[in-house]
């Protein structure tokens, strides 16, 4: 079992930074990639970005691509999600999740709770 816990949301204005952390505990060992996903009210969870366990490779979501930035620290076992130029439709729910190098939501395996970013105009 893997654990992942986000932190880092906030509210913002339309313009700001924010910067997303995902912490890993348990069998963090094997060579997970690491993707981020938002859910806004009412919207299906959607992709944002996915890094692979060397962190050598990135994909991104068309609407975050040049302004997102995906990273990870192994030895500290977190990813994160620099977030800048926000807009108000970044607003979601962000959860971080811990699986096979994709964009596609079913090749995640863990999880975690999330958490609120909102982007006011």
């Known amino acids: 079992q893997v654990q992942l816990v986000e932190s880092g949301g906030g509210l913002v204005q339309t313009g700001d930074s924010l910067r997303l952390s995902c912490a890993a505990s348990?069998?963090?060992?094997?060579?997970?990639?690491m993707g981020w996903f938002r859910q806004a009210p009412g919207k299906e969870r959607e992709f944002v970005a996915t890094?692979?366990?060397?962190?050598?490779?990135?994909t991104y979501a068309d609407s975050v691509k040049g302004r997102f930035t995906i990273s990870r620290d192994n030895a500290k076992n977190t990813v994160f999600l620099q977030m800048n130029s926000l807009k108000p439709e970044d607003t979601a729910v962000y959860y971080c999740?811990?699986?096979?190098?994709?964009?596609?939501?079913?090749?995640?395996?863990?999880w975690g709770q999330g958490t609120q970013v909102t982007v006011s105009s």
């Open positions: 348990g069998r963090t060992r094997r060579s997970y990639a």
């Open positions: 999740a811990a699986g096979d190098y994709s964009s596609r939501r079913s090749t995640y395996n863990y």
């Open positions: 890094i692979n366990w060397g962190g050598s490779i990135t």
